[in-house]
T-cell receptor, first 113, second 112 residues
Framework: DTAVSQTPKYLVTQMGNDKSIKCEQNLGHDTMYWYKQDSKKFLKIMFSYNNKELIINETVPNRFSPKSPDKAHLNLHINSLELGDSAVYFC????????????FGSGTQLSVL | EDKVVQSPLSLVVHEGDTVTLNCSYEVTNFRSLLWYKQEKKAPTFLFMLTSSGIEKKSGRLSSILDKKELFSILNITATQTGDSAVYLCAVDLFQGAQKLVFGQGTRLTINP
């Protein structure tokens, strides 16, 4: 019964390709997030969606486009992948107005060659 | 610029020791401070602190927040090898949704 699940767990691809990462949560939360963890282990927020609406959009290249078809899903599409995109991408969810703890998925390790 | 700084960056102790991890912050809009444990993959939630001086406790782990001095500590007593992990501190700035700014983490290694 995984609470926040991401697929794939590992993604190895060539520069210039387009790829997607999918995220689903079964916690009944209304808010979902994408975080990026770089090689130095810093976790940084990229996007946040509340009930399918974009709430937080940090300074992220336009090549990154999140899509939320419903409040249980938040996908991340990346165009024209670059070497610097290599990182671990974490999806997370929380309930605004509730206990507001973020629950994280297990991450997608993206390697761009 | 919003900043969260953890110290030490790395700590190696023996099983049974007590450790204290530090987290200081300088942010524009504080809502809460959270501690997470990251072993191999997903950070897992430990504590959320919103008020100064109130200790939160869970088994051998405890944490406290000082909003005047802008820091928090995470204590682990009677450490076990299973406590080995990276401990992450984050401050929620809240901008319409939770916006966590993370520190760089403390890598804790417990030797048997």
């Amino acid at each position: 019964d995984t609470a926040v699940s991401q697929t794939p767990k590992y993604l190895v691809t060539q520069m210039g390709n387009d790829k997607s990462i999918k995220c689903e949560q079964n916690l009944g939360h209304d808010t979902m997030y994408w975080y990026k963890q770089d090689s130095k282990k810093f976790l940084k927020i990229m996007f946040s969606y509340n009930n399918k609406e974009l709430i937080i959009n940090e300074t992220v290249p336009n090549r990154f486009s999140p899509k939320s078809p419903d409040k249980a899903h938040l996908n991340l599409h990346i165009n024209s992948l670059e070497l610097g995109d290599s990182a671990v991408y974490f999806c997370a969810s929380s309930h605004l107005g509730g206990d507001e703890k973020l629950f994280f998925g297990s991450g997608t390790q993206l390697s761009v060659l | 610029e919003d900043k969260v700084v953890q110290s030490p960056l790395s700590l190696v102790v023996h099983e049974g020791d007590t450790v204290t991890l530090n987290c200081s912050y300088e942010v524009t809009n504080f809502r809460s401070l959270l501690w997470y444990k990251q072993e191999k993959k997903a950070p897992t939630f430990l504590f959320m602190l919103t008020s100064s001086g109130i200790e939160k406790k869970s088994g051998r782990l405890s944490s406290i927040l000082d909003k005047k001095e802008l820091f928090s500590i995470l204590n682990i007593t009677a450490t076990q090898t299973g406590d080995s992990a990276v401990y992450l501190c984050a401050v929620d700035l809240f901008q319409g949704a939770q916006k966590l700014v993370f520190g760089q983490g403390t890598r804790l290694t417990i030797n048997p």
